[in-house]
C-alpha cells in the first residue's frame, strides 16, 4: 500500500545547511593505547558488562601479519575515566564539541580499537535517538566502536523492541548514562503534525501509523503553546520518551539508585550542536 503524502517521514522541506562531514583518516586516541595493551583501553571504564576482561595482549599481536598501520601525527590526550552519568555526559558534550568543531580527531574505528572490544564491550553510555540520517549518533558525539549503545527509531518512537533494547544497554551493559535525542526539523514528528492536522486515520497506513499514533501525544501537547510547533513538539516528545522510560520497571529502578542517569538532549542540524534539556 502506498504511504499517503501525509504520513511521509521525510523531512520537512526547510533549508539544512551541513553540520559537517568528520574526517574519517586521522589517528585515533585508542589506536595508541591499542599498540600499548589493549586492556588499557577498557580499564578506563567502570560500570561495565560482567564478561569476559578485555584482552591484554598487546593489539599489535593480534592483527594479521603483527602491524598496525603507523600512526601519524600527534596523540591526542586520553579519555577522562567515566564512573558515573556525570562524567559520561561530559564525556559525550566533548565528543560533541569536537564534532561541530570539526576536530574529530578522538573518533576511533581504528584496527587496534576493533581488535580491543572484539572480546568485550564496556560501552558508557545509551543513547536513543531518531533515524534521521543527519543524526548519527557516533558522529555526532564523536565516538568510536565500543563506546555508545545506540537505538534508534523514527521520533525515538517507544515499542516494546526499542524500550528493551534501551533496557539492554543500562541493564545488562550497565551503561551509566541514556540520553533521549531529539532533533530539529524531525521528518516523523513533522508527519504525525501534518497526519493529526488533516485527522487521516493513520491505522492505514501500516506500520507507519504506528509510528504516528505514538508520537501523536508529544503533537497534542503543545497545542495553542507559542513559538515554533514542530520545535516544541520535538522537546515534548523527548519528554514524554523520558517519562515512559522511567517506568520501565528495569530503568525506574537504576535511575534511582543512581545507577543511570537520564538525561533529555537537542540535537541542532544548523550547527551539530547537541544541548542537554
Ligand atoms: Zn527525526
Not at 27 to 35: A, E, H, I, T, V
Not at 77 to 94: E, F, K, M, T, Y
Not at 136 to 153: C, N, T
Not at 234 to 246: E, G, Q, S
Request: net charge neutral; with cysteine.
Amino acid at each position: 500500500m502506498n504511504t499517503p503524502p501525509h504520513l511521509s517521514l521525510r523531512t520537512p522541506s526547510a533549508s539544512t545547511p551541513s553540520a559537517g562531514t568528520p574526517s574519517r583518516s586521522r589517528p585515533s586516541r585508542r589506536r595508541m593505547l591499542g599498540l600499548l595493551a589493549a586492556g588499557a583501553a577498557g580499564a578506563v571504564f567502570t560500570g561495565c558488562a560482567d564478561d569476559a576482561a578485555p584482552e591484554v595482549t598487546p593489539a599489535a599481536e593480534q592483527i594479521p601479519g603483527g602491524t598496525v598501520p603507523p600512526a601519524t601525527g600527534p596523540a591526542p590526550s586520553p579519555p577522562l575515566p567515566v564512573v558515573d552519568g556525570n562524567q559520561a555526559l561530559q564525556r559525550l558534550l566533548d565528543g560533541n564539541a569536537r564534532f561541530v568543531a570539526e576536530r574529530d580527531e578522538d573518533l576511533d574505528e581504528g584496527i587496534a580499537r576493533r581488535v580491543a572490544v572484539s572480546k568485550a564491550q564496556h560501552p558508557f553510555a545509551t543513547v536513543l535517538g531518531c533515524v534521521d540520517s543527519r543524526v548519527p549518533i557516533e558522529l555526532v558525539f564523536d565516538q568510536g566502536l565500543g563506546d555508545l549503545v545506540v537505538v534508534r527509531s523514527a521520533g525515538e518512537a517507544l515499542d516494546h523492541s526499542v524500550t528493551g533494547s534501551v533496557e539492554f544497554g543500562v541493564a545488562e551493559l550497565h551503561t551509566p548514562l541514556l540520553v533521549v535525542l531529539g532533533h530539529q526539523r524531525c521528518g516523523a514528528l513533522d508527519a504525525t503534525i501534518k497526519a493529526l492536522d488533516s485527522r487521516r486515520r493513520t491505522a492505514e497506513a501500516g506500520e507507519l501509523g504506528y509510528i504516528v499514533d505514538t508520537l501523536a501525544p508529544a503533537v497534542r501537547q503543545v497545542a495553542g503553546k507559542a513559538g515554533d510547533r514542530l520545535t516544541n513538539a520535538v522537546h515534548a516528545n523527548v519528554d514524554l520518551v523520558l517519562a515512559r522510560l522511567r517506568q520501565s520497571p528495569v530503568i525506574g529502578p537504576l535511575e534511582k539508585s543512581g545507577k543511570v542517569k537520564l538525561v533529555g538532549a537537542y540535537y541542532e542540524l544548523d550547527t551539530g550542536k547537541v544541548t542537554v534539556r
